[in-house]
């Protein structure tokens, strides 16, 4: 009976270590959790062109967390960053390569109620002092960027296109974007912004209205050549009245001179002749014999004469 009862405290005592030996490891493993824990969650980094807000229970502190490594209570504190550096809000009109973002397209309506679209690059940065500002007032940044910055882009881009016609906008691109400028820089401060530059890298017109200019360009291409053959028709005939009218000329002045001298005459026939001397046919002086002279033997000294009509 003694062994029996020896046997079942043995065996009490070896359940009782196991238990307590799980129990450690519990334990262990709980501290060692909340010891990872508290070091991941103390400690945190902020980059180099980054601040941050810690907030104790959503409270705001009062401190803002500057570049480098920082502290923070785990669990009960959380950190909010914010990029002080250059952000470029980019609307780049990809909507036609099947970019369906958000940013893929920024339209507007002209003065002429055309609509276009505009690729436009907005650089603006928060001061770092202002962050605690911003966090209070809009929230996040990514809140910040969507919800109060994008916006007022957008705004502003309608505002100033609807002061062009669709035909001023091609051509005056640099006081579009200008005024773009103007318009957000006030805007922007407002929100405790701040704006660097404003780029419009492309305006996108209406297909209708490129295809009229596309036919405007044909027609004045057609007008112009059809322009530069009637110069040219034009100045062919007055190339030939003008000839014509030097050999009008030209005959009256011959004219003139043969008038007043009849030697001019035999200077043209000398000009004309070849150099052949003709025959010539002679009536022999109421003879009824003809006589043929051959005019080159004649100068020669020979005279050759032919009875063509009696004795």
Do not use: C
């Amino acid at each position: 009976m003694a062994s029996k009862n020896y046997g079942n405290n043995y065996g009490d005592e070896e359940v009782g270590s196991e238990k307590k030996l799980i129990k450690k490891i519990v334990t262990y493993t709980i501290l060692g959790v909340l010891l990872l824990i508290f070091l991941f969650g103390t400690f945190f980094t902020i980059q180099a062109g980054e601040r941050g807000v810690i907030t104790t229970f959503g409270k705001p502190s009062e401190r803002i967390a500057e570049e480098g490594l920082n502290l923070k209570f785990p669990i009960i504190q959380h950190v909010y960053k914010y990029n002080v550096k250059t952000i470029p809000i980019n609307f780049d009109n990809k909507a036609g390569t099947g970019d369906k973002s958000e940013y893929s397209s920024l339209f507007s309506f002209t003065k002429d109620q055309m609509e276009i679209q505009v690729a436009i690059v907005v650089n603006y940065h928060i001061q770092p002092t202002d962050v605690m500002n911003v966090y209070q007032t809009y929230g996040t940044q990514n809140y910040y960027n969507l919800n109060v910055i994008e916006p007022i882009i957008r705004e502003a881009v309608k505002a100033e296109s609807a002061k062009f016609n669709v035909a001023e906008m091609a051509i005056e691109r640099e006081t579009f974007s200008n005024n773009i400028h103007k318009n957000l820089a006030s805007k922007f401060e407002a929100k405790k912004a701040i704006l660097e530059s404003v780029y419009v890298v492309n305006i996108e017109l209406p297909p209708a209205y490129k295809d009229s200019i596309d036919k405007k360009m044909i027609a004045e291409q057609d007008a112009l050549a059809a322009k530069n053959k009637l110069e040219q028709v034009t100045f062919e005939a007055q190339q030939k009245v003008a000839e014509a009218q030097g050999k009008a000329d030209a005959m009256k002045l011959e004219v003139l001179a043969l008038s007043q001298n009849s030697q001019i005459l035999e200077l043209r026939m000398i000009e004309k002749w070849s150099g052949n001397l003709p025959l010539v046919v002679s009536n022999g002086g109421g003879s009824s014999a003809n006589t043929l002279f051959d005019i080159s033997k004649l100068m020669g000294g020979s005279i050759t004469q032919n009875s063509t009509g009696g004795n």
